[in-house]
């Protein structure tokens, strides 16, 4: 029987994309989901070994940078729709090296939307979804939240390459008529998140006794969102978002960095059966990264009053499942960082990382 639709999931097999294919596989047996990853060191085909073999699913390695292979992709299985998740997705890396985010969040993004509006010349029922974040909007005082409608301020050079995708996605809505929507995020965490992230660096170091870096004095907030959460609203906002339009995704849970340390390492000894405390004197503040954003919170109203979703995990049950997770992941973990991971950790803490 033919598929109903075919899409196209960019970054597939990164952290948040593994969770969206797995999702879209399962629910909708009658669209053929093809998803393009250039696996990089954030891409791991073995987050999604659980459905390689589904009907319904088709890997392609490649590099949304690529406009031949791109145009070739899109010529070959003609997409009803693209979500776009790759990217270089870390702050600390965009510090340090700011060309590969360019290259692949803003060159690659142009090369996906040339070929859809190449391939869409009838673009009814089409859709260009884009992924995105709440970092493009700068950074907040103690109060207020990010708004649709908040200007863009972006100040690391990951959200300065996100925030000029956005443009650029909004751009050929309007410039071409191309059919678009674009969704901003706060933090994600769950299983399968690169360990280099907050969240599962403090997990494995806490577990290896190793020293717990929090920088500057810790008292940065990001507002943290269960990763099924988000691939739940993305579903949602695909199929029924409104086009042209923007949607702020949150989890409706802030968190200072040191307060999620904390609950974090209690977790930890509980889990652990260590005596409780003893993961909170592994706690070091190290130096601050450069530009450091002081707060992000979202306004996730639109998306609530628009489409009826509201986060479902809450913070003590996330993170005692993330944590569970990673414990009980260790092959997945030392394979993932085994390799180039090594070094850019030396690099950034000045000692090996956890296993
Ligand atoms: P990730 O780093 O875990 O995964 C990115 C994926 O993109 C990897 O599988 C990687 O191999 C792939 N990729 C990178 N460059 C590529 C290229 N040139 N061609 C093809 N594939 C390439 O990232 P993530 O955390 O899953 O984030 C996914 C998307 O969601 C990103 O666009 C990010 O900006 C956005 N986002 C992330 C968060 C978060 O908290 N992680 C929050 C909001 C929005
Ligand atoms: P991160 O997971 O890198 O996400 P983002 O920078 O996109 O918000 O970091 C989350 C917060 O945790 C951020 O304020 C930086 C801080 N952080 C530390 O204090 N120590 C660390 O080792 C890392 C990776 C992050």
Redesign the pocket.
């Known amino acids: 029987m033919p598929f109903e639709k075919t899409l196209l999931i ?9 969770h969206l294919v797995r999702l879209l596989i399962d629910k909708y047996p009658n669209y053929h989901i093809v998803n ?9 085909l073995e987050n999604l070994r659980d459905i390689e073999n589904r009907p319904n699913y088709t890997f392609v390695k ?4 690529d406009a031949e292979q791109i145009q070739g992709l899109f010529g070959q299985y003609g997409f009803d729709g693209v979500i ?7 702050v600390d890396r965009s510090i340090a090296n700011p060309m ?1 985010f360019i ?3 803003i060159v ?1 993004t142009v090369v996906l939307l040339n070929a859809a509006r190449f391939h869409w010349k009838q673009a009814e029922g089409k859709l260009f979804y884009h ?5 493009v909007y700068g950074s907040l005082g103690d109060t207020g939240f990010f708004t649709e409608k908040t200007a863009y301020d972006p100040r690391s050079p ?1 959200s300065a390459s ?1 925030a000029s995708s956005d443009h650029l996605v909004r751009a050929y809505y309007h410039t071409y008529g191309l059919p678009v929507v674009v969704s ?6 769950g299983p399968y ?2 360990p280099e ?1 907050l969240l599962p660096l403090m997990i494995n170091n806490i577990r290896d006794n190793k020293p717990l870096p929090v920088y500057g004095d810790g008292l940065y907030t990001r507002d943290w ?1 269960w ?1 099924e959460d ?1 691939a739940a609203a993305i579903d949602l906002i695909f199929h029924k978002g409104r086009v042209g339009e923007t949607y702020n ?1 949150g989890g409706n849970n802030e968190w200072k960095n040191i307060s999620l340390v904390h609950a974090l390492c209690d977790i930890m000894d509980e889990l652990l059966e260590r005596p409780a405390g003893s993961s909170r004197q592994l706690i070091t503040f190290v130096k601050d990264r450069p530009g450091h954003d002081r707060r992000y919170a979202i306004d996730a109203s639109k998306l609530k009053h628009e489409l009826g979703w509201e986060p479902s995990v809450q913070a003590a049950e996330g993170l005692r499942r993330t944590a569970q997770w990673y414990l009980d992941n260790t092959a997945w973990l030392e394979r993932v960082t085994s390799g180039a991971y090594q070094q850019y950790y030396a690099e950034m803490y000045g000692e090996a990382p956890g296993r």
């Open positions: 960019t970054g597939g097999a990164g952290f948040i994309g593994s393009l990853d250039k696996l990089t060191y954030a891409g791991n490649g590099d949304i940078t776009h998740l790759a990217a270089e997705s870390h590969s290259e692949t969040n690659g992924i995105s974040t709440d970092e990951y996100k901003n995020c706060s933090n994600n965490y998140q690169f992230k969102l990763v988000h995704i």
